[in-house]
């Protein structure tokens, strides 16, 4: 089983708005990604969580916080979002095998910030 | 820069042709490698991966790695219309990081 899940698949939001993605995962896979990805592009990664420890910010604007609660699950929190924020963002987990990290990818949220 | 390069397309093929995909890295550190398929609006959806230099086959699709020319390719064969989608390579160059290639759009004509 290689399912990674998303909650919601659809989200559209005000710039005042504070709201969150989730994710979760029950592979056993000890790192957790954040992507985004906007139309005709590839994705960009966000954050990486390492054993529930973040590992990883691409420099990603504070509007954006991540947060990691136990192995399963990754959530993304938004506030005070930007138009240009729009896009499809992905999570994805690996087992963490050192050189081997395939990922796997959820459905995404489609984000849409008004 | 770390760079993964990819022919954008369009690349257009027949109903039951073989359809070569191609992808250069500039990182020849790089240990794993990725084939990544997305449908328009979906999630990438993990085709092929390959670690070792030569061919690695599953079905239809094969993947040919070249470290010593840093190129990785996939190769579908028979190709059908539920194969159109864009397809993204992906090189992981050490830690978590993964670049993405920015893809290229395959369209596999009934």
């Known amino acids: 089983d290689t399912e990674v899940t998303q909650t919601p698949k659809h989200l559209v939001m005000g710039m005042t708005n504070k709201k969150s993605l989730k994710c979760e995962q029950h592979?056993?896979?000890?790192?957790m990604y954040w992507y985004k990805q906007k139309a005709k592009k590839p994705p960009e990664l966000m954050f990486v969580y390492s054993y529930e420890k973040l590992s990883i910010n691409e420099s990603v604007p504070s509007r954006f916080s991540p947060e990691c609660p136990n192995s399963s699950l990754l959530n993304l929190h938004l506030h005070a979002l930007q138009p240009e924020d729009s896009a499809l963002y992905l999570c994805a987990s690996s087992q963490q095998t050192s050189g081997q990290e395939t990922q796997y990818f959820g459905p995404g949220t489609r984000l849409l910030v008004l | 820069q770390k760079e993964v390069e990819q022919n954008s397309g369009p690349l257009s093929v027949p109903e039951g042709a073989i359809a070569s995909l191609n992808c250069t890295y500039s990182d020849r550190g790089s240990q794993s490698f990725f084939w990544y398929r997305q449908y328009s609006g979906k999630s990438p959806e993990l085709i092929m991966f390959?670690?070792?230099?030569g061919d690695k086959e599953d079905g239809r699709f094969t993947a040919q790695l070249n470290k010593a020319s840093q190129y990785v390719s996939l190769l579908i064969r028979d190709s059908q219309p539920s194969d159109s989608a864009t397809y993204l390579c992906a090189v992981h160059t050490g830690g978590f990081k993964t670049i993405f290639g920015a893809g290229t759009r395959l369209f596999v004509k009934a």
């Open positions: 390959i670690y070792s230099n």
């Open positions: 592979m056993g896979h000890r790192a």
